[in-house]
């Protein structure tokens, strides 16, 4: 449903009998949504050059679509933010229009009303844009990392010259790939349809585990296969198979930027060096810090994901020549520690994510099931990662994680703080 406010329909302001004029209501104004902007050090994959990028970091409520689709252009055109420290939705849709006016020459003909415009359409694909900043509707095929359903949202990335690309991918010699391909056609939404609905038939034995009712043997049949089927998408509910993490480290080239979706959720992928992956970091939380720019993305559940510099260096560990190999072990967990807490407070956000996406799903369907993300095990972290893990504010977060493994420049943040209290002028 639509928030827009049909200006027509609002009846004008009247005056009353004893001429009082009354006051007519106005729609509140849109709330501007401001995304801090991050510096990098980055080497150009067209030129071989270092340069300096800014790139989008997203707040808990951000577009992942919109912040995505922004820093892949930044990181592999000429598309550029400008310098300062944070940026609007308003401002990033303006800067995409004007890229695309730049790089797309006129079609041929115009786009029927409703249909799924073409690449070239540019009024077609300026119109929506804005969906950008509230979140795309898109439709895996679960063949190949590239496939997805022709949608208007598929087109606006490919308008950009921009890859979309998943890893929510089938074994094609397993009993699972014959059931995608003969009952769903490859499709997620068909597959959700397909459970749902043998859910139904069989009175909740697919999802609700209902006691059930009696069938036929065709029906049985249907019904096995829809269990099946939701056991294989329940068991990948982090929307990443071993098969489809395969095909993205061998499929894309070297030096490779696109837009992954994994998780209900769009991030900016890098494929680097003999099949590494990379995902740039765009979590607020880590705005200021220079030291976290990449994730590994290595395994399925992300259980031994590391971050990075800009230089793809994992975090605290010294590169120059003067290293010292003896490092101690105390500081090693420290690193870990940070590195986690990190991880897990990306995870949180990754939960609240899925919460705003269960409204998406079919009436009756279970809410564990399809969109559910893993529970990440705590057994073995470090002490200090525990106590750190976010349960408070984004503020608050931030602040903690720079007592707990930045003491130095916590001290002397306090410090400043306390000198400039100090010197205050203060008028009773």
Excluded at 36 to 47: A, E, G, P, S
């Amino acid at each position: 449903m639509s928030d827009h406010i049909d200006k027509e329909s609002t009846p004008p302001a009247t005056e009353s009998e004893g001429n009082t004029p009354l006051l007519s209501a106005s729609p509140a104004p849109k709330k501007v949504q401001e995304y801090r902007l991050k510096d990098i050090q980055w080497r150009d994959t067209r030129t071989g050059t270092r340069r300096n990028v800014k790139i989008v970091t997203q707040n808990e409520n951000g577009p992942c679509p919109l912040i995505a689709l922004t820093n892949v252009l930044t990181l592999s055109t000429n598309f550029t933010i400008p310098s300062k420290r944070t940026t609007t939705d308003e401002e990033l849709l303006g800067l995409l229009a004007n890229h695309l006016l730049l790089r797309t020459e006129p079609p041929s003909a115009p786009a029927e009303e409703g249909s799924v415009p073409a690449e070239n359409d540019v009024n077609a694909v300026l119109s929506l844009l804005p969906t950008l900043s509230k979140g795309l509707d898109v439709d895996l095929q679960f063949s190949h990392i590239y496939d997805f359903a022709v949608t208007p949202a598929f087109m606006l990335f490919r308008a950009f010259g921009v890859d979309l690309v998943h890893g929510w991918v089938v074994d094609p010699e397993s009993h699972v790939a014959g059931i995608l391909m003969e009952e769903c056609r490859n499709s997620y939404d068909a597959a959700v349809e397909f459970i749902f609905a043998a859910d139904e038939l069989s009175g909740g034995q697919v999802v609700g585990g209902g006691v059930g009712r009696e069938l036929s043997e065709a029906q049985n049949r249907t019904v096995a296969r829809a269990i099946e089927l939701n056991e294989w998408m329940n068991s990948n509910a982090t929307q990443l198979t071993d098969c489809g993490l395969h095909s993205l480290g061998t499929m894309l080239p070297e030096g490779h930027l696109c837009v992954l979706f994994r998780n209900n959720h769009f991030s900016t992928l890098y494929r680097r060096g003999t099949g590494e992956l990379y995902l740039l970091c765009t979590d607020d939380v880590v705005a200021g810090d220079e030291r976290i720019v990449w994730e590994t993305l290595s395994d399925v559940r992300q259980n031994g994901a590391r971050f990075l510099d800009s230089m793809f260096r994992p975090i605290g560990r010294e590169t120059t020549e003067d290293y010292v190999c003896e490092s101690s072990g105390a500081s090693e967990q420290i690193d870990e520690d940070y590195a986690l807490a990190l991880r897990l407070h990306e995870e949180e956000r990754g939960k609240g994510l899925q919460v705003r996406q269960m409204d998406r799903m079919p009436p009756g369907m279970d809410a564990g099931g399809l969109y559910g993300v893993p529970v990440v095990t705590r057994e073995g972290e470090g002490r200090l990662a525990k106590a750190i893990y976010r349960s408070e504010s984004d503020e608050n977060f931030s602040r903690r994680m720079t007592d707990a493994f930045l003491p130095h420049e916590a001290a002397a943040a306090k410090q400043k703080k306390k000198t400039s209290n100090a010197d205050r002028c203060i008028i009773c």
